[in-house]
């Protein structure tokens, strides 16, 4: 388990560094979009599991638009498109609703159909966001070190020395010295990234490493909370020792928003 959990995020971080780093944006958006595509995937598959019926392929299609639509806002200055495309889907849901048969479980899949897109399509296009800042390499990479990294410090901590569980109706592995551990962990990073984010006084970078090290185990802890109500253990199974895709950025849909709108409120 531990040998693949190792292999599959050696593999995902190379990945994740040349395409921050010496492709151009759009390849990077095509990455970012092709990541939304399986999570979106792996959710409503999950969902279905539970017994609610989704638009799993129609839901799908329209969250990989909102990270088309983020490059499109950024390259031909089409400002205000996502928001109004996020309405323009909730619209076509409706519709879609209107076409069926049979007047039951509308609300459920209405709602879930739309939390998927909101969830994990609009919160991931947030990465993208950041890469179009000011040094945005290098503010993905200070996002990703210290979400997976802490989530990594976490499991190795919990792994070593766990004896508390957090919350065990939730997530039954979990434990709170596991937790300070990967807290601890992004403190430590956030300071060795500083010659990196010029931009940035070390107390800025502090606070955004005190948000996320707050953050982190709160997007992970929510996905498992929706796991356990779907009744399954892992997202998905393309990635061995992660899970699925969803498993792998379950933090990053909640890191990558409050870093960004952190970086612009205080910073630029």
Known sequence: MLRD?????VLVISLTLLVIY????????AVATMFITLALYEFYSMVEKKGITVYKYFGTFLGVLVPVFTYLEYNMKTEGVVVFS??????????RQLAKKDGSDILAS?????FGILYISW??????KLKYLPNGSNLVAFLLLLTEGG?????FVGSATGKHLLIPRISPKKTIEGTVGGFVTTLILAALSRPFLPEMSMQQ???AAVLIGIICPIGDLAESLLKRDCGVKDSGECLPGL?????TIDSLLMTAPMLYFYIMAFVM
């Open 5 to 9: 959990r190792l292999i599959s995020s």
């Open 22 to 29: 010496l492709f151009p944006n759009w390849i990077f958006c």
């Open 86 to 95: 996020i309405v323009l889907f909730a619209v076509f849901i409706f519709a």
């Open 110 to 114: 209405t709602a879930v159909t739309l």
């Open 123 to 128: 919160f991931f296009t947030f990465i993208i």
């Open 151 to 155: 989530d990594a410090g976490a499991y």
């Open 205 to 207: 970078i502090m606070i």
């Open 243 to 247: 899970g699925g895709v969803l498993d």
